[in-house]
């Protein structure tokens, strides 16, 4: 499986974005896609992750209420929509797959590049 992620961008505080990540492969559907992000100076982190069907998800605390993730098997198509961006939230995203919708990055095994989000006055 090979992810690919859209370009992220630049946006104000308080506004929205929405990332996706396509997927090549038949197989997508039997994946479950997390999406993580690194700021810069730290470590990645846990952003959210949805489960093979798309029915079950999970966030951080940090972009609970915020964000939501969601998937179009047809499209091979994973989606982040970022609501009330706040500075905090700057970091180049990525998005993952593998067998478990889990928040441990090592238990992925397909990553997308990175996109970089800025939110910025």
């Known amino acids: 499986v090979q992810l690919q992620a859209c370009e992220g961008g630049v946006v104000q505080p308080g506004s929205s974005l929405r990332l996706s990540c396509a997927a090549s492969?038949?197989?997508?559907?039997?994946?479950?896609v997390g999406w993580f992000r690194q700021a810069p100076g730290k470590e990645r982190e846990f952003v959210a992750v949805?489960?093979?069907?798309?029915?079950?998800?999970s966030y951080a605390d940090s972009v609970k209420g915020r964000f939501t993730i969601s998937r179009d098997n047809a499209k091979n198509t994973v989606y982040l929509q970022m609501n009330s961006l706040k500075r905090e939230d700057t970091a180049v995203y990525y998005c993952?797959?593998?067998?478990?919708?889990?928040?441990?990055?090592?238990?992925?095994?397909?990553w997308g590049h990175g996109t970089q989000v800025t939110v910025s006055s």
């Open positions: 492969g038949r197989t997508f559907s039997s994946y479950a």
């Open positions: 949805i489960n093979r069907s798309g029915g079950s998800t």
């Open positions: 993952a797959a593998g067998p478990l919708p889990t928040t441990t990055a090592s238990v992925y095994n397909y």
